[in-house]
Structures are given as structure tokens and as C-alpha cells.
Nanobody, 125 residues
Framework: QVQVVESGGGLVQAGGSLRLSCAAS????????MGWFRQEPGKEREVVAA????????YHADSVKGRFTISRDIAKNTVYLQMNSLKPEDTAVYYC??????????????????WGQGTQVTVSS
């Protein structure tokens, strides 16, 4: 099993920045990718960004390109999401997840097995 714990959410004004962290523990040797997803009340979950564990290639959703950056620290089994130029529409619960294997569209949530409890990000206008 893999345990996933997010941290770093909070309340910030529009234009501000936040950095989310996600630490994985347990059977992390099988990690192939980690990702950040978000969900607003009444809406479907959407992928924000993802990173492959080997090689470090990344995916960022169009809505966050140029503002958010995903990165990883393999030694710490940790992934980060640096969020700059935050907008009110970025308000959501942000979830971190771990994938042990994937096919096409590797950043899609269907490939991610282990999920954290989520951390709230609120951006005020």
C-alpha cells in the first residue's frame, strides 16, 4: 500500500502564490507517476499537473500553464505544486495521487490508485 499526505493549502488573495507538497510513503518503489488534481463542489475532478517518476516529464493543464509548476524529489518521495498568479477560479480542493502504471494519457485520473485526503485552496478576489 501507499499512503499519500498533502499539505500547504490555505487562503490567498488573487495574484498570490502557494506551494503544495505531497509526501508518499509505504510501497513507493512502485511509483511511476504522481499528480495533482482538483475538484470544486458540484463539478468533476480535473487534472492540474502530473509528473513521471522516471525521467521527470510533466503535464500541465492548459488552465494552469505558465502559472503552476509541478516538481518532484525522488529521494523524499515528494511532489510539489508551485502555484503563482492564483485566480479565484483556482479555488478547489486539491488532491495528490500516485500511479503505479499507466497507458495512454498517463496524466488522467483513471491511472492513479492512491489518493490523499485533499487540501483546500481558496483564492479571494
Amino acid at each position: 500500500q501507499v499512503q499519500v499526505v498533502e499539505s500547504g493549502g490555505g487562503l490567498v488573495q488573487a495574484g498570490g502564490s502557494l506551494r503544495l507538497s505531497c509526501a508518499a510513503s509505504g510501497r513507493t518503489y512502485s511509483t511511476r507517476a504522481m499528480g495533482w488534481f482538483r475538484q470544486e463542489p458540484g463539478k468533476e475532478r480535473e487534472v492540474v499537473a502530473a509528473i513521471r517518476w522516471s525521467g521527470g516529464s510533466t503535464y500541465h493543464a492548459d488552465s494552469v500553464k505558465g502559472r503552476f509548476t509541478i516538481s518532484r524529489d525522488i529521494a523524499k518521495n515528494t511532489v510539489y505544486l508551485q502555484m503563482n498568479s492564483l485566480k479565484p477560479e483556482d479555488t478547489a480542493v486539491y488532491y495528490c495521487a500516485v500511479s503505479r502504471g499507466y497507458g495512454s494519457a498517463w496524466y488522467e485520473g483513471r491511472w492513479y490508485e492512491y489518493w490523499g485526503q485533499g487540501t483546500q485552496v481558496t483564492v479571494s478576489s
